[in-house]
């Protein structure tokens, strides 16, 4: 649970080189494409310009490198060549990505075209949730106080926030201990030390928190199929706070 320096430095390069592929997607037009092409792309860019390897792609029989999550859509969308992304979506995009035996875990909801203001709101106040949560992360600190500050920010806006799923430890693994739930009560939990390393990923839904699995299986959609957007950084404790592993050069 805890990593050496050492392993801290490549898990570093992991975050690093998992920034760019967004950075990547920012100057990207989504609008018209496939959510297949977007996989393509990705995929791509982590093995071709990264010389990476896209961490997703075959865990737990997923087949693809990244998931693409529309509108009502809150988590483990699987690309398709038949669905078209359009003008006024809005879509996440969760990426892994493992160079030297580390992983780093991200995401981001792009509010593609023309979004209307309802949507935007909410993917304001989601990526604001998640850095509630990351402002939380410091030695002595415990896992309810991120759980407490990301749900209190979505309810005061109006919002829930989604319960089954959650932030988790990485390294070696894409899923270690421990969970970091998205919502909780402060002064409660594992407390937090210097080298614990683990993605904070609220989903933050427009209506209910209550979700569905589709019959692919791993498509989870909102029961009220109202808007659901989410924000993920993989992040590291250190002896002053955090440090944010994916963070890029745009500082979001």
Request: charged share 25%.
């Amino acid at each position: 649970m805890v990593k050496t320096p050492d392993e801290l430095a490549l898990m570093r390069t992991s975050g690093k080189l998992l920034a760019s592929v967004f950075e990547m997607l920012d100057g990207q037009d989504l609008a018209g494409r496939s959510t297949m092409e977007v996989n393509d792309l990705v995929e791509r860019f982590i093995t071709v310009d990264l010389a990476a390897r896209p961490a997703s792609k075959g865990q737990y029989g997923f087949k693809y490198v990244l998931n693409c999550s529309i509108n009502h859509v809150v988590c483990h969308g699987v690309p398709d060549p038949a669905e078209i992304i359009r003008d006024g979506d809005i879509i996440n995009l969760d990426i892994t990505l493992e160079k030297n035996g580390f992983i780093a875990d991200s995401s981001k909801t792009y509010l593609v075209g023309n979004a209307p203001p309802a949507a935007r709101r909410l993917v304001q106040v989601a990526r604001e949730a998640m850095w509630k949560g990351i402002r939380q992360v410091r030695p002595g600190a415990q896992l309810g106080d991120i759980g407490h500050a990301i749900e209190q920010h979505a309810k005061k806006n109006g919002y829930s926030v989604v319960r089954e799923y959650c932030g988790h430890g990485i390294g070696r693994e894409m899923h270690e201990e421990p969970q970091v739930l998205n919502f909780g009560r402060p002064g409660s939990g594992l407390r937090l030390r210097e080298g614990m390393v683990f993605t904070i990923e609220p989903m933050v839904n427009q209506g209910t928190r209550m979700v569905a699995t589709e019959r692919d299986g791993w498509t989870v959609v909102t029961r009220d199929r109202k808007l659901s957007a989410q924000f993920e950084h993989t992040v590291a404790v250190t002896a002053s706070g955090v440090e944010v592993l994916t963070l890029r050069a745009d500082g979001t």
